[in-house]
């Protein structure tokens, strides 16, 4: 299983990015997939999650309503749009993916990417 995302890079306040992450090794349409982040200092935190079928969408309040979880099962790929970015949103960010027969929830992830880089300027 491997799971590699790319998109990130420095941005100004208020700008915006779309991270990816591209799945291989797994059937892809069956897990479901989130994002978390880790701040220098700080543990990692959960982002956001959708389900398998993409009809669910979970996100922490630090992030509602500025960022888009969404899934292309044909391309093997999730993505994560950020707008309105903030000075706090910078971290290293980490698409991970469970089987659809775990609970939907924030934890209980078994496969996990590399991670890409945010940073977000004043």
């Known amino acids: 299983v491997q799971l590699v995302e790319s998109g990130g890079g420095l941005v100004q306040a208020g700008g915006s990015l779309k991270l990816s992450c591209a799945a291989s090794?797994?059937?892809?349409?069956?897990?479901?997939m989130g994002w978390f982040r880790q701040a220098p200092g700080k543990e990692r935190e959960f982002v956001a999650s959708i389900s398998w079928s993409g009809d669910s969408t979970y996100y922490s309040d630090s992030v509602k309503g500025r960022f888009t979880i969404s899934r292309d099962n044909a391309k093997n790929t999730a993505y994560l749009q950020m707008n309105s970015l903030k000075p706090e949103d910078t971290a290293l960010y980490y698409c991970?993916?469970?089987?659809?027969?775990?609970?939907?929830?924030?934890?209980?992830?078994?496969?996990w990417g590399q991670g890409t880089q945010v940073t977000v300027s004043s």
């Open positions: 991970a993916g469970k089987s659809r027969i775990l609970p939907f929830t924030s934890t209980g992830y078994a496969h």
């Open positions: 090794g797994l059937a892809f349409s069956t897990y479901s």
